[in-house]
């Protein structure tokens, strides 16, 4: 360059990196430099820095941005003294002349000051087009909507997209940030690289960095950077984590680091990110470095926490729920180290020893002193061919009611899926008969006997399938068939003493597409049921398409075994032991929660229902997922507690019971049987208080992890043992269900086919009202089943919206208490404060205040008022009170403009003074008689009041008058209730208000 005689240069930030490398190894300088422009990418303030030494006084250093499509370069940013942190980006400065710069977001508004949005580029070194591209130059250039505002600028300009994000700094100049095309999404939350690169490049031994997501083996996508150091040794991976998890949320910082001897750039000096190498997937994902394990317990539970999570290589420091885990997942993991161990672990133990370390301490603990009543392990029963076993209690609830209301399809579980490809019909027939032998529960019939009821086990049993041709139909001719008949199927009963139990019908759409509706009663199966039911339907056809035999293993019980050892060990000590917690927790619960409903509750509970679905925007699952994590609660916690706020808002009340579903499943033998296995838990909140919203997290936790411990004992037990009011327009104990499911029901693909589940509702509700939320992928979507006899559809809807609202509220302001936090959406506040408070109208001219009130005063006489504890004044009384206090002013030559002080506390005798001044024509001057006594004689003495009322005797009684009910200057004059002579006007002045109370001299205002 000095060979050369350069002066003038521009490069990319790449070239300049290796610039200062070259110069720190060989020594010089660039002060021979006139201007040095760096463009193209991301130049950070500390590379500006470093750069800047290398410089002239007089040379000129410029971060430009600019585009092809706008003549190259559109703004620049230049500076003597860059005042950023290291690990900033250098803004990009301002538009050349005849240039501009919008930041818009999706609807082409202009973000704030400060809001990321997307960058558009306009002015005269805008190219026209696209050559021979019409398409992308319309989706590129499009019309300037905002050429009207701007001097100078033509109607009819276009600006160019650029695809880039930016924010407006406060200073007026533009911070870019990054591709919108380039962001990555991970464990559902949306990131900017850019972001992280930033960050980590403040690193002092990192020269140069990238961040991007890819696909880890089994995992799903994770974060991985790439760096190149500055020092004679790398900085540690640890280091790195440690660093970055102090400035950035858990979500953001990468499990993967790869040092390398240099990062692959493209021919134009940008980051080659197509070529950065995978990584080892095996390098820790959690923020501690790898720990083997130390001790046989350590390995034991290494190997479960690896066969429930799906993880191969875990460290005795990782946390549990940090690798994946939650709730329905620690359910297993307790039952799994219950049976490893021999010892009854509580599910509160993974939430407080979420670690392999902490676990293993917990587990030599419990069996050193072999605490707690362990529950004995579930005995395959002999079978005969023909056998009757009893009812699990829960089973014994629901033929109860049926035998209460038969032939009803309340306790219908619907389900539906979606078959598409070429589907064997015989093979899908056989693998559902194969089920129904795999499962005894499918095969179960229930009778009344002299012993009560009892499940009775067919050895065999024929299962009706119905094939439907339905291919003759248009495709909405269809669709409206499959809603009707899977709503027909949904609403046909059982009858439980001849069954089957299970229905199931094939409907075909042609020959690539097929519907399966098929129906279990709750009493043989559950949620978690219906999924082993597909799974294992799916795997059987798989198997069967190919001739191959059965590749499921035999079931090790079956749920006639449960039922037996329910009733075996839930009894003596181990029930009592668990009642009293129910008792003591449910002691004095309020019977009923009082939403506000859209018809009056019914005598008797209907269960007619529908539902609404809803989808939360994409960060809102992520980021409540984070917070979870860092206040050391599971996601169904966090929702809870925000559902808690919910219905506290709606109903005013701060003890809030909720009903919840629980697995049931806590021995590992039940997790694959098909069978009625939930239960139903009473969460009782305390929201009383007030609490911000992470206290309420923790209440909500602590509730909980107590309802967990006691999960074994049957609702129906807790029922009857609590004994609540009962009555026939509403459930025990509880109104509302709250359900986080973890494991949605997801698309398979078998054989060529893709299964998927289609939605489908029975019309029915058990409850007032349901929250469903489903967590998938981390994004949440939800659904309200609601009574239809109490609530309409549009109630539920703005419920939705409610809840949406709240929970950025939450994610915005954690530690708001719940009473503060946002509920109503932007539309109902514009409705609430505007739309209906547009009740302005036109007053006569002319008419004041006192001819105002009589005229209301004629027209309800005797409405009140005035109420004051318990003295209430008409408007007749006040009316006539007021008139007597007026003639007493005007015979004292009280009129216009004058003045009259009014001593007095907020009573009715104050009401009367006020409209009695008013009336006379004259003003008042409110005096709060708590002040200082010089301060309140000053008032009087500036403001040159004529009189004082007051309320009793003061210092000031040479000046005031008593006004009370007692002892009225108005009661001498009893015949002057009628209205006085108004000498006011509009224009009087009616009141002086005395303000800057902390001065010497308080300043007034006339009204």
Request: glycine fraction near 4%; charged fraction near 25%; charge should be negative.
């Amino acid at each position: 360059m000095v060979d050369e005689r350069i002066t003038i240069a521009e490069f990319v930030p790449a070239v300049l990196r290796n610039l200062v490398e070259w110069l720190e190894k060989n020594g010089g300088d660039l002060s021979f430099m006139r201007i040095l422009i760096c463009a193209s990418d991301s130049w950070y303030a500390g590379e500006y820095r470093t750069f800047r030494r290398y410089c002239g006084p007089e040379t000129r250093l410029i971060n430009s941005f600019g585009l092809t499509e706008a003549a190259v370069d559109s703004c620049y940013f230049e500076s003597e003294r860059l005042d950023l942190a290291s690990d900033q980006v250098v803004p990009i400065g301002r538009p050349f002349p005849n240039n501009r710069l919008y930041i818009l977001d999706d609807s082409l508004t202009p973000v704030p000051v400060g809001v990321k949005g997307e960058l558009y580029v306009a002015g005269l070194g805008l190219a026209r087009g696209y050559l021979n591209r019409q398409d992308l130059t319309a989706e590129r250039f499009l019309p300037d909507p905002f050429t009207a505002e701007i001097p100078g600028v033509q109607a009819g300009e276009r600006m160019y997209k650029t695809g880039d994000l930016a924010r407006f700094l406060p200073s007026g100049d533009v911070e870019f940030i990054g591709r919108k095309d380039y962001q990555v999404k991970v464990r559902g939350f949306r990131i900017e690289p850019g972001e992280i690169e930033s960050v980590l490049s403040q690193h002092p031994l990192i020269n140069l960095c990238a961040v991007d997501a890819r696909q880890a083996p089994a995992r799903g996508k994770e974060l991985v950077a790439w760096l190149t150091s500055s020092g004679p040794e790398p900085p540690a991976i640890s280091e790195l984590r440690r660093f970055m998890q102090e400035r950035l949320p858990d979500y953001m910082v990468p499990g993967h680091y790869m040092v390398m001897e240099a990062i692959p750039l493209t021919p134009n000096g940008k980051i080659d990110r197509r070529a950065l190498p995978d990584p080892d997937w095996s390098q820790r994902l959690s923020e501690a470095e790898f720990i083997a394990p130390r001790t046989p317990v350590e390995e034991i539970l290494i190997s479960i926490w690896a066969e429930v999570l799906r993880v191969e290589r875990i460290s005795v420091l990782d946390n549990f729920f940090d690798l994946g885990g939650h709730s329905l997942l620690a359910t297993q993991l307790v039952s799994r180290i219950s049976e490893g161990f021999d010892i009854d672990a509580p599910l509160r133990m993974v939430f407080e020893s979420p670690t392999i370390a902490t676990q293993a301490e917990f587990i030599e603990i419990a069996q050193r002193t072999a605490a707690g009543l362990k529950p004995p392990p579930i005995e395959p029963l002999p079978r005969t061919g023909d056998d009757r076993f009893p009812l699990s209690f829960a089973q014994q609830r629901l033929w109860f009611l049926d035998q209460l209301q038969p032939n009803s399809p309340f306790y219908n579980i619907p389900e539906s899926v979606r078959v598409t490809g070429p589907l064997d019909v015989d093979a899908l027939t056989r693998a559902f008969h194969r089920v129904t032998q795999r499962h005894e529960s499918l095969r179960t019939l229930f009778e009344e006997t002299a012993d009560g009821p009892r499940q009775h086990i067919l050895p065999h049993l024929h299962l009706p399938i119905s094939l439907i041709d339905l291919s003759a139909l248009s495709q909405e001719e269809q669709e409206a068939e499959v809603r009707r008949m899977a709503y027909e199927e949904a609403q046909t009963p059982f009858n439980l003493s001849t069954g089957p139990l299970l229905r199931v019908k094939f409907l075909r759409l042609s020959d690539a597409e097929h519907v399966i509706l098929f129906t279990l009663h709750h009493i043989i199966s559950d949620n978690w049921s219906s999924n082993i039911l597909i799974t294992e339907v799916a795997l059987l056809y798989d198997a069967f398409v190919k001739d191959r035999p059965d590749p499921l293993p035999l079931p090790p019980i079956q749920y006639p075994d449960f039922a037996v050892w329910q009733r075996n060990w839930m009894q003596g000590e181990v029930m009592e032991t668990q009642l009293d917690f129910w008792r003591k927790q449910l002691s004095g619960a309020p019977p009923l929660l009082e939403l506000p409903t859209d018809r009056p509750r019914p005598p008797v509970q209907t269960f007619r229902g529908d539902y609404l679905t809803f989808h939360l925007p994409d960060d809102i699952g992520p980021a409540f997922a984070n917070l979870a994590r860092k206040e050391g609660v599971t996601l169904f916690m966090a929702m809870l507690a925000a559902f808690d706020v919910l219905l506290y808002r709606y109903s005013g009340q701060d003890d809030i019971s909720i009903g919840a579903p629980i697995s049931g499943r806590t021995n590992r033998a039940t997790e694959n049987i098909i069978g009625f296995f939930v239960n139903t838990l009473v969460l009782r909140t305390d929201l009383s208080g007030d609490p911000k919203f992470r206290q309420l997290l923790q209440r909500v936790r602590n509730t909980a992890l107590d309802a967990y411990a006691h999960q074994d004992i049957p609702f129906e037990m807790v029922v009857e043992t609590v004994q609540p009011e009962r009555k026939l327009s509403q459930s025990p104990l509880f109104q509302v269900m709250f359900a986080l499911q973890n494991v949605a029901s997801e698309a398979q693909v078998v054989s060529d086919l893709r299964i998927a589940p289609i939605d489908a509702h029975s019309g029915t509700a058990k409850f007032d009202l349901t929250l469903f939320m489903q967590e998938k992928d981390g994004q949440l979507s939800g659904a309200l089943e609601f009574n239809t006899d109490l609530f309409d559809r549009a109630t539920i809807q703005r419920m939705a919206g409610h809840f949406e609202q709240l929970l950025h509220g939450i994610l915005a302001e954690p530690d708001s208490a719940i009473s503060r936090l946002p509920l109503i959406t932007d539309q109902e506040r514009q409705r609430l404060l505007r739309d209906w408070n547009q009740t302005d109208a036109a007053l006569p001219e002319q008419r004041t205040l006192p001819h105002l009130f009589e005229k209301q005063a004629a027209a309800t006489p005797d409405a009140p008022a005035v109420l004051f504890g318990d003295q209430r004044l008409t408007y007749a009384e006040l009316n006539a009170r007021a008139n007597q206090l007026a003639h007493f002013l005007q015979e004292k030559n009280v009129g216009p403009d004058d003045l009259v002080g009014v001593l007095m506390h907020r009573t009715p005798e104050a009401v009367i003074a006020l409209l009695g001044i008013l009336k006379a024509g004259a003003a008042y001057l409110p005096i709060d008689p708590t002040y200082p006594e010089d301060r309140i004689r000053f008032m009087l003495d500036d403001s040159a009041a004529k009189i004082v009322f007051s309320f009793q005797s003061s210092v000031f009684s040479d000046q005031e008058t008593q006004l009370n009910t007692e002892n009225s200057p108005a009661h001498a004059q009893a015949d002057s209730a009628s209205a006085p002579p108004s000498p006011r006007q509009v224009i009087d002045l009616s009141a002086l208000n005395t303000e800057n109370f902390t001065s010497e001299n308080p300043t007034a205002s006339l009204t």
